[in-house]
C-alpha cells in the first residue's frame, strides 16, 4: 500500500498526500515521503501465511466498557498467531485512526507487554483502523466499522 510516511516517527498517513504536519510527532510536511510498501498487504486475504498471520491486527470493538458509562472500547492483538514480544523482534507501536484521522499512538516495550492495545472511545459510529509496527517486518493494517 503506497503511503506517506513520516521520516522521523514512522507514522502513516491513512488521507490522500502528506500532512501539513505529523500528528504524532509533529514533523513538518517536508519529513513526509510518499512510500511503496509503506503498509505490507496480503498476498491472499483468504490464505493468510503464518507471517500475516502474526502482524495483521484483529480488532473487537465493546460497546459495554466496565469504567466509563457509554463507552466504546476497542481492543487489538497481534495477531491471529500472537506475535513475539522480545527485544529482537517484537510490535513497537499501534496507531489507531478514526475515519482515516489520527487519534492514537501505544507504544510497547518487549519485556511487560503483549503485543495489543486498547482504547476508550467516545465515538459511537466511524471506521477504525489500527496500523502496528513490527521491528523486523514493518507496518501491517486493520480496519473495523464500528
Ligand atoms: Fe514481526
Not at 512510500?35 to 465493546?62: Q, S, Y
Request: charged share 25%; proline share 5%; hydrophobic share 35%.
Amino acid at each position: 500500500m503506497e503511503k506517506y510516511l513520516c521520516s522521523i516517527c514512522g507514522y502513516v498517513e491513512l488521507k490522500d498526500g502528506a500532512p501539513d504536519n505529523c500528528p504524532v510527532c509533529g514533523a513538518p510536511k517536508n519529513k513526509f515521503k510518499e512510500t511503496e510498501n509503506a503498509i505490507k498487504e496480503p498476498e491472499d486475504k483468504e490464505n493468510l501465511t503464518d507471517l500475516e498471520k502474526k502482524h495483521i491486527p484483529l480488532m473487537f470493538v465493546n460497546k459495554s466498557c466496565s469504567l466509563i458509562e457509554g463507552c466504546v472500547d476497542l481492543h487489538v492483538k497481534m495477531g491471529a498467531i500472537l506475535h513475539p514480544m522480545e527485544k529482537a523482534h517484537y510490535i513497537t507501536t499501534i496507531d489507531f485512526y478514526l475515519n482515516k484521522e489520527f487519534i492514537s499512538r501505544s507504544h510497547l516495550t518487549p519485556e511487560n507487554l503483549q503485543p495489543a492495545g486498547c482504547l476508550h472511545l467516545k465515538a459511537t459510529e466511524g471506521e477504525l483502523s489500527a496500523v502496528d509496527h513490527c521491528n523486523l517486518h514493518g507496518n501491517w493494517i486493520a480496519e473495523k466499522e464500528l
